[in-house]
């Protein structure tokens, strides 16, 4: 069963950094069957939107409102993927989840359960 696990959430204020951790286990974020791993958040009222990716080749992917401020990473001998985060604003409060999307199809898309991340002004 695979499983994904947010941390590193919490509440900073305005010009702070956190870093995410999303440890996952019952699959290996290394296997050619992921497509790619990526962090999305979610306000309250508002859809869940693409924060950053990493693809299986690589290729890392930013939202531009993260740009320059937010990198992640992936660490494949500690299965986990990380989101730095810095110059954080008010307005990045939301929740952050982790996900893994693979290429054996829509029922194999596995998401985290979120972590609160919190910026005050």
């Known amino acids: 069963q695979v499983q994904l696990v947010e941390s590193g959430g919490g509440l900073v204020q305005a010009g702070g950094s956190l870093r995410l951790s999303c440890a996952a286990s019952g699959i290996t974020l290394s296997i050619s069957a992921i497509k790619a791993v990526g962090w999305y958040r979610q306000s309250p009222g508002k859809a869940r939107e693409m924060v950053a990716v990493?693809?299986?080749?690589?290729?890392?992917n930013y939202a531009d409102f993260v740009k320059g401020r937010f990198t992640i990473s992936r660490d494949n001998a500690e299965n986990t993927l990380y989101l730095e985060m810095n110059s954080l604003k008010p307005e990045d409060t939301a929740v952050y989840y982790c996900?893994?999307?693979?290429?054996?199809?829509?029922?194999?898309?596995?998401w985290g359960q979120g972590t609160q991340v919190t910026v005050s002004s």
């Open positions: 990493i693809s299986s080749g690589g290729n890392t």
């Open positions: 996900n893994i999307d693979t290429h054996w199809g829509p029922n194999y898309t596995y």
